[in-house]
């Protein structure tokens, strides 16, 4: 049973000329999953984004064309 759910976008982080994953969305559903609770998440990305490495969250992906990418300099 999940016990919290996220809803929003994830996102491509820039920093230093190396991609991160990002985003609300993530970082509340891994917060709640590090924490103890069952999480899942809402999202829609493109195929690019790491998803695999967060298999401790359940996903809810509507795939689009492209992920957003934000530029930290």
Known sequence: ?????SVGHVS???ID??????????????LASEL??????VTASAVDFPFSD????EWSIQFS?????????
């Not at 103890?36 to 998440?41: I, L, T």
């Open 1 to 5: 049973m999940i016990e919290y759910c």
């Open 12 to 14: 491509l982080d820039v």
């Open 17 to 30: 000329t190396k991609l991160h994953a990002g985003g609300s969305t993530l970082f509340g559903a891994q």
């Open 36 to 41: 103890g609770y069952k999480s899942a998440a």
């Open 54 to 57: 967060y298999s401790d969250i």
């Open 65 to 73: 064309n492209h992920t957003k990418k934000n530029l930290f300099l």
